[in-house]
């Protein structure tokens, strides 16, 4: 069993061509932020300056020909200068709603944690629910909504570490690194004579309904009783493991589950197999099991040997 439309393909592999051009040397992450992408899931990238988080994240949008937005998180930031806020107009004589940043397609919450927990807590039922409250009304986001946030990893004097409860609101945790040497050389070469290639190259190559029909298609990936039960026998292996503070909670249950579909689907198959599982356990594990990254991927592999995989 296949994906049925060939065409869905091409639009997921015209996505993957434009990140590969404004990201170089870096397809295993491009790949991740597909999945993540097509699973309707939030993506954390913990990594240092300048390495393309924030080229990464524009290219995104723009070849989804989706509205991008920034926010430089800030111990002074509000919770409103995320969200929104309503002002008065003098004229009408009633309250009007200006939307933030959160109003769009793609949004960068650039070093998330530096911003206060009550500003980042603004962002949790925008990441969980798809929409904001604002004095007492609900205001729906785009379908496809998407945040990207990014952390340093060596600065953490004024920083805030994100709760359990916001992390678990992420699909994956990605770090980028630095590009290789044949990569650097294709970008410095590119540079030569413009400002920024992948801007004037870049263009919207599927569209945002496409894409909200192409995530309700991985949705729709089907998976065996059989592979359900590896799936939660995985999980229920980290809420045992002495190494792990905080197990898999049934919502990260849900968010692997369906970046094992999305990887099956980019694949070009209908049914995901205990290898889609396996695949993206650590991007998935990496951002919920209350320790390091590093600890977290060498307890991610210890349960999927010690798991027996279905035949």
């Known amino acids: 069993m296949v994906v049925e439309d060939p065409s869905s393909l091409a639009s997921v592999q015209s996505i993957r061509e434009?990140?590969?051009?404004?990201?170089?040397?870096?397809?295993?992450?491009?790949e991740r932020v597909l999945q993540c992408l097509l699973a309707k899931g939030h993506l954390l990238i913990e990594d240092l300056p300048g390495l393309g988080k924030t080229t990464l994240a524009k290219a995104l949008a723009r070849a989804l020909g989706g509205m991008f937005s920034r926010v430089q998180c800030t111990p002074d930031l509000m919770p409103g200068d995320i969200t929104g806020f309503s002002v008065f107009n003098q004229k009408n004589r009633e309250f009007e709603f200006m939307p933030g940043p959160v109003f769009s397609d793609i949004l960068l919450a650039d070093e998330v944690n530096r911003t206060t927990p009550r500003t980042q807590s603004a962002l949790l039922e925008a990441m969980a629910e798809g929409q904001v409250s604002i004095d007492g009304k609900r205001h729906a986001l785009a379908p496809a909504f998407m945040v990207i946030a990014t952390q340093n990893p060596v600065e953490h004097h004024g920083t805030y570490p994100l709760p359990e409860a916001q992390l678990d609101r992420f699909a994956m945790r990605l770090s980028l690194g630095y590009p290789n040497p044949e990569?650097?050389?294709?970008m410095l070469l590119e540079r030569i004579g413009t400002t920024d290639p992948s801007t004037a190259k870049g263009r919207a190559s599927v569209g945002l309904e496409r894409l909200v029909a192409i995530q309700e298609e991985v949705a729709n990936v089907a998976m065996s009783r059989g592979v359900i039960d590896y799936l939660v026998s995985l999980a229920n292996a980290t809420r045992r493991h002495s190494g792990v503070r905080l197990g898999l909670s049934p919502r990260g249950l849900l968010i692997w589950q369906r970046v094992s579909q999305a990887r099956a689907y980019i694949k070009g198959r209908g049914f995901v197999t205990p290898d889609d599982i396996q695949d993206v356990a650590e991007s998935v594990l990496r951002v919920r099991l209350g320790c390091q990254a590093g600890v977290a991927d060498g307890i991610t592999q210890e349960l999927l040997r010690e798991v027996p995989v279905p035949a």
């Open 18 to 30: 434009q990140l590969n051009l404004a990201l170089r040397g870096k397809g295993d992450a491009v």
């Open 183 to 186: 990569a650097e050389a294709e």
